[in-house]
T-cell receptor
Framework: DAGVIQSPRHEVTEMGQEVTLRCKPI?????LFWYRQTMMRGLELLIY????????DSGMPEDRFSAKMPNASFSTLKIQPSEPRDSAVYFC????????????FGDGTRLSIL | EDQVTQSPEALRLQEGESSSLNCSYT??????LFWYRQDPGKGPEFLFT???AGEEKEKERLKATLTKKESFLHITAPKPEDSATYLC???????????FGTGTLLAVQP
């Protein structure tokens, strides 16, 4: 079975540019999560969706960050305008059922803002 | 506030030298404790879920155990391919959010 698919794998862009990260969850999973990983802060949850509806976006750092899930097989995380401190690895994960079920992660997007 | 602390931060073992990694947690109403393995440049790979104190899970050279305050990941006779960062996470209360520890970087030398 295909796992969580993220694109692009690497993104390098200049400060102020718009960045869009993409995620395709595992088919049949009804929860989708966006995380950010840095050396300083580890893995942090940004936002999660249930059945395409955002449930908790309390981890989204600023209004520059937005996420959408237009259908069950696609989600985007957008940063506009981007800043150097947004440089990190961004992961998407999906799961089925409630909180006792494991989340399965994609291989991430390594984002560098110059 | 839910919290996860992992120790040690880094561990270097010789091939065949067994050891344990620790994950201490505080959470309201544990719904699951999860162990993941993360290789460089990859996303976390799910290993185990533990739901209640006393539970144990095994997979090859790895065995995870759970008490009311902590979990251990025991590595028996490790091989170099076991080298990775091991992450612990908890889910508690009424949410589906995972709270992750900062991980243990394991290096197994031949």
């Amino acid at each position: 079975d295909a796992g969580v698919i993220q694109s692009p794998r690497h993104e390098v862009t200049e400060m102020g540019q718009e960045v869009t990260l993409r995620c395709k969850p595992i088919s049949g999973h009804d929860y989708l999560f966006w995380y950010r990983q840095t050396m300083m802060r580890g893995l942090e949850l940004l936002i999660y969706f249930n059945n395409n509806v955002p449930i908790d976006d309390s981890g989204m750092p600023e209004d520059r960050f937005s996420a959408k899930m237009p259908n069950a097989s696609f989600s985007t995380l957008k940063i506009q305008p981007s800043e150097p401190r947004d440089s990190a690895v961004y992961f998407c994960a999906s799961s089925s059922g409630t909180g006792g079920q494991p989340q399965h992660f994609g291989d991430g997007t390594r984002l560098s803002i110059l | 506030e839910d919290q996860v602390t992992q120790s040690p931060e880094a561990l270097r073992l010789q091939e065949g030298e067994s050891s344990s990694l620790n994950c201490s947690y505080t959470v309201s109403g544990l719904r699951g404790l999860f162990w993941y393995r993360q290789d460089p440049g990859k996303g976390p790979e799910f290993l185990f879920t533990l739901y209640s104190a006393g539970e144990e899970k095994e997979k090859e050279r790895l065995k995870a155990t759970l008490t009311k305050k902590e979990s251990f990941l025991h590595i028996t006779a490790p091989k170099p391919e076991d080298s990775a960062t091991y992450l612990c996470a908890v889910c508690g209360g009424a949410t589906n959010k995972l709270i992750f520890g900062t991980g243990t970087l394991l290096a197994v030398q031949p």
